[in-house]
């Protein structure tokens, strides 16, 4: 009889503990799963004022200068010493750029914006150049609103394409590629034409 009350006891004992237990860890996770709550969640678009999602193309031309008046790129880093004293870019080299975009080729044409941010000689082969820049564009619906291109160009290639990673204003959410031509290119200077395919939001 004794036995028996001790073994009821003791069971009652291990259900209490049992259930404590359980209840500790399912606070423990309300609370992790709460903190995880607050640092990030799912939301609707349309919560931000976003609308359907739409594909845009813009076409520009980018003007880099290099020399003369008005330069729109300045070397900041060196690259390694080169043997072949005519080559303009170095393995290595950082240029930083304020470069016009307009809708012709002709600098003077009307601006639609600046491409701002570096670029860098990033092969020790062929030109190529690690692309890490913004489009910053000033007229149209598109003023005030940015695209951020980051990729590689190989600056030689008839036609290359560069990621679209992101963008601002009009461009939030914004992802696509650019399509790139160089229209000329000397010791001076660069004239390229960009065809950009675009989604984002509305």
Do not use: C, W
Not at 32 to 60: C, N, Q, V
Request: proline residues 2%.
């Amino acid at each position: 009889m004794v036995a028996s009350v001790l073994k009821t006891q003791s069971f009652i004992i291990f259900l209490i503990l049992f259930f404590i237990t359980i209840i500790s860890s399912s606070s423990r996770l309300t609370v992790a799963y709460g903190y995880s709550e607050l640092f990030g969640k799912y939301i609707s678009p349309s919560s931000l004022g976003l609308k359907r999602e739409k594909l845009s193309h813009l076409h520009f031309y980018l003007h880099d200068v290099l020399s003369g008046k008005n330069v729109t790129a300045i070397r900041v880093v060196d690259g390694k010493p080169s043997t072949n004293s005519s080559s303009q870019f170095i393995f290595g080299d950082v240029y930083v750029i304020d470069d016009p975009l307009t809708i012709e080729p002709d600098i003077n044409s009307k601006t639609v914006g600046k491409a701002q941010g570096t670029y860098t000689v990033a092969s020790q082969g062929e030109l190529s150049l690690l692309m890490v820049t913004n489009f910053a564009f000033t007229a149209g619906k598109y003023n005030g609103s940015t695209l951020s291109v980051l990729g590689r160009n190989e600056v030689l290639s008839a036609v290359r394409e560069i990621p679209i990673v992101g963008g601002s204003g009009v461009f939030r959410f914004a992802r696509g590629y650019a399509q790139v031509r160089t229209q000329s290119i000397n010791q001076a200077r660069a004239i390229v034409e960009y065809n950009v395919f675009v989604f984002h939001y509305r």
